[in-house]
């Protein structure tokens, strides 16, 4: 049984950074396509913030966080991490890290994701 956890969510100050594990377990790293990090916000979708090619290390972020945060991943611990630096207050919300099995899929839709964590909260306050 797949299963991610996140962790490593918290309240931090604007211009603040934080750091957000994904550890995944019951499939091998390498069977995945990619992984990928959103974030939904309260009264908002669910969107896109950055995604890494486990193959190749190929990364690709949502304009609002270039530059900020950076994904990395540990294939040996079949951990992702998300710094995150500089925050915004507009940063807040529930993250979540995902798995994508489809190969060459469009890595951008949350409906291309199979699995899913539980979520952790960013807060980031003026």
């Known amino acids: 049984q797949v299963r991610l956890v996140e962790s490593g969510g918290g309240l931090v100050q604007t211009g603040g950074s934080l750091r957000l594990s994904c550890a995944a377990s019951g499939r091998s790293f390498s069977s995945w396509y990619a992984m990928g990090w959103f974030r939904q916000a309260p009264g908002k979708e669910r969107e896109f913030v950055v995604a890494?090619?486990?193959?190749?290390?190929?990364?690709r972020y949502a304009d609002s966080v270039k530059g900020r945060f950076t994904i990395s991943r540990d294939n040996a611990k079949n951990t992702v991490y998300l710094q995150m630096n500089s925050l915004k207050p507009e940063d807040t919300a529930v993250y979540y890290c995902?798995?994508?099995?489809?190969?060459?899929?469009?890595?951008?839709?949350?409906?291309?994701?199979?699995?899913w964590g539980q979520g952790t909260q960013v807060t980031v306050s003026p």
């Open positions: 995902a798995t994508n099995a489809v190969a060459y899929s469009d890595i951008y839709p949350s409906s291309n994701y199979a699995y």
């Open positions: 890494v090619t486990v193959s190749n290390g190929r990364t």
